[in-house]
């Protein structure tokens, strides 16, 4: 495939999955009048997935910088494919859960809205990189995946991490039946 065709692909990817995060947000489709009781663990795994993927990429970028090319495209793939699952949860999450919301009058709720916003608008903008990223590794065309990887690494790495965070402090507020 030409790289035209990847970068249209990559588009209509990111697109769509952000178009059907933002569908679930707005609540456009209804949900199920029952929550299976696995959707309350869902964002434990989330945060688990998140913390996975920000080790991954750690190690990732100490392998690449010490030489371990092989090692440096596994530990990237397995961080790819633990976002995707995490990509799929999250829409199965918030199609099935009703939204949380961080307390108001919190003293926190500031900086808890300013990783959440940051988080948010940095995983939509960093889709498309990872994927092109990805593309250029796969191909072995280095200098290009090099030049984006400098935009690429830094996001997907504070988006891995702010997941985590925003789990931490939401997570007393969870509405879980008992």
Do not use: Q
């Amino acid at each position: 495939m030409s790289e035209k065709v990847i970068a249209r692909l990559v588009l209509i990817v990111t697109v769509t999955v952000l178009a059907l995060v933002g569908i679930l947000n707005l609540k456009i489709i209804p949900r199920p009048a029952d929550t299976p009781a696995f959707v309350y663990r869902l964002p434990l795994l989330h945060a688990m997935l998140n913390g996975t993927c920000s080790v991954l990429l750690i190690i990732s970028y100490v392998a690449i910088h010490r030489k371990h090319v092989s090692l440096h495209k596994k530990l990237n793939v397995t961080a790819f494919i633990l976002s995707a699952v995490f990509i799929a949860s999250y829409v199965t999450y918030h199609y099935l859960a009703n939204e949380t919301a961080f307390p108001k009058d919190s003293s926190l709720r500031p900086v808890y809205l300013f990783i959440l916003i940051t988080h948010i608008s940095c995983s939509a903008i960093v889709l498309p990189l990872i994927l092109m990223s990805f593309y250029y590794g796969l191909k072995n065309e280095i200098v290009k995946h090099r030049k984006l990887t400098r935009f690429s690494f830094p996001i997907w790495l504070y988006v891995t991490i702010t997941g985590v965070i925003v789990y931490l402090m939401i997570s007393p507020y969870y509405n879980v039946p008992v």
